[in-house]
Nanobody, 123 residues
Framework: QLQACGGGLVQAGGSLRVSCASS????????MAWFRQAPGKEHEFVTG???????VYADSVKGRFTISFDNAKNTVSLQMNSLKPEDTALYYC???????????????????WGQGTQVTVSS
């Protein structure tokens, strides 16, 4: 139900935008997030957005990445600026509708996952 797109190859310092569209279910009243996994590393929380449109970011991307949600398109996007080689990873979108006191950051807090899109940053 989640389809991610927009990854690619970019030089360090460049920008990319990845998006994740939902079909068959709306998540505008839930939580959506982006995780990433680099080769040999653990799954990492990147950023999340709530139904109130509050956001949270991992320290490693704060000030460089921006998450947003388009209600009309039922799509969550991640604008990535000032990319670094260490941002290279497979990026996954995730979504959940269960109420939480704050934006969840753990894998198992999300029931719905996209297939992942590759982001590669060359030095």
């Amino acid at each position: 139900q989640l389809q991610a797109c927009g990854g690619g190859l970019v030089q360090a310092g460049g920008s990319l935008r990845v998006s994740c569209a939902s079909s068959g279910r709306t998540f505008s009243n839930g939580y959506m997030a982006w995780f990433r996994q680099a080769p040999g590393k653990e799954h990492e929380f990147v950023t999340g957005i709530s139904w109130t449109r509050s956001t949270v970011y991992a320290d490693s991307v704060k000030g460089r990445f921006t998450i947003s949600f388009d209600n009309a398109k039922n799509t969550v996007s991640l604008q990535m600026n000032s990319l670094k080689p260490e941002d290279t990873a497979l990026y996954y979108c995730a979504a959940d509708l269960r109420y939480r006191p704050s934006i969840p950051r753990r894998n198992n807090d999300y029931d719905y996952w996209g297939q992942g899109t590759q982001v590669t940053v060359s030095s």
